[in-house]
């Protein structure tokens, strides 16, 4: 980061992931474990001992794609690859809907498809996928907007994962592991039987910096994540008391908000902070983290900083940062340093 004026400021917010926990041995792992998982167990392609999609295809994906929910992330790239099959009829759903039905649905839909996973790996360019699916607006919508419309019923990932949700499900018995699946959600685990990939997680920024900057002025925290993660993060990372205000997907869905990129989320933990406008800087890492900061700041003042740590192509990174008109652009969180305490 170029040397600049200290940037002067009333409180502080972080994204969660990729500014405040590095989630590249968590969520990062567990996307294309899911995907994997669900096109070979759910779907019933012939499987494969070679993963088909890598950790920087993923990182690309939902940094130029514009994704905040890594749920939706994981969707989005199995509906890329069910959009690679030859097109099949679409069956009668499951009148009773629960997770073994949901897989019976699947195999029986697949009809004939005897591709591999291997084929799909061939097949398979993640940088043309996420530049269309950015052009598109981004994100699960822009995905459903820029490919093709083919063996879309082979997606399941709408409702309840306890019940529907096929892609959740996966998704969360991987990263909570299945004692803790079991525990938050009274469910026994179908996929997985082992530890979570919740554990792999580490604090991103420095901490004696985060501890200086917690000293400076009053910090928030923005999680598209649920609140019971989110505090298990929290408290795995000692620092469960470090934030004035910490706003969860559970809040987003109680209040009846929406998450980034809307503003929502960055003026309900400003407001949790102080009762009145003051001049807050929230540090995100996707384009659509300053698409909210920039909206939140036709209401009061705010100041877009984006960060660029874990991104694999860091200049297409900085394109949708600059796209989106970001005030600060950082290499790593740990420039808040510099930036906010000179």
């Known amino acids: 980061m170029k040397s600049q004026a200290r940037l002067k400021i009333d409180a502080l917010i972080f994204s969660f992931n990729d500014v405040l926990i590095d989630v590249s041995l968590s969520y990062r792992e567990v996307v294309p474990k899911s995907v994997q998982l669900y096109l070979e167990q759910g779907i019933g392609l012939p499987s494969s001992t070679e993963p088909l999609l890598t950790a920087d295809e993923v990182t690309l994906l939902q940094k130029v794609g514009n994704f905040t929910d890594f749920w939706e992330l994981a969707a989005a790239f199995i509906l890329y690859f069910i959009e690679l099959l030859p097109p099949v009829p679409i069956p ?17 839909a697949r009809g004939g498809i005897q591709v591999p996973i291997d084929n799909l790996r061939k097949e398979k360019n993640i940088a043309q996928m996420a530049e269309q699916i950015a052009a598109a607006g981004g994100g699960i919508e822009g995905a459903y907007q820029a490919l093709p419309n083919q063996n879309r019923h082979l997606l399941v990932d709408v409702g309840d994962i306890t019940k529907t949700n096929l892609v959740g499900r996966i998704f969360q018995e991987l990263y909570l592991g299945k004692d803790l699946f ?80 809307d503003p929502w989320p960055l003026l309900e933990a400003t407001r949790r902070i102080h009762p009145t406008p003051v001049h807050t800087a ?59 305490l000179g």
Do not use: M
């Not at 499951?94 to 699947?106: C, G």
């Not at 694999?312 to 900085?318: E, F, G, P, Y």
């Not at 949708?320 to 290499?331: A, R």
């Open 282 to 340: 929230y540090i995100g890492s996707i384009p659509g983290d300053v698409q909210a900061a920039k909206a939140a700041n036709q209401v009061e003042p705010f100041t877009a900083i984006a960060c660029l740590v874990g991104a694999h192509d860091k200049d297409a990174l900085r394109r949708g940062f600059e796209k989106q008109k970001s005030n600060i652009i950082l290499g790593h969180p740990d420039h808040l340093k510099d930036l906010i």
């Open 92 to 108: 009668t759903f499951p009148s009773r809907v629960h997770v073994p039905a949901i897989i019976a649905y699947l195999q029986i």
């Open 182 to 261: 079991e525990e938050i959600y009274q469910e026994p685990a179908v996929a997985v039987q082992s530890s979570g990939y919740i554990d792999n997680e580490s604090l991103l920024i420095d901490r004696n910096i985060l501890t200086q900057l917690r000293e400076k002025v009053p910090l928030g925290l923005i999680a598209n994540r649920t609140r019971i993660e989110v505090n298990y993060s929290l408290k795995a990372q000692k620092i469960e008391d470090y934030f004035a205000a910490v706003i969860t997907l559970d809040d987003v869905h109680e209040a009846g908000g929406k998450p980034i990129p």
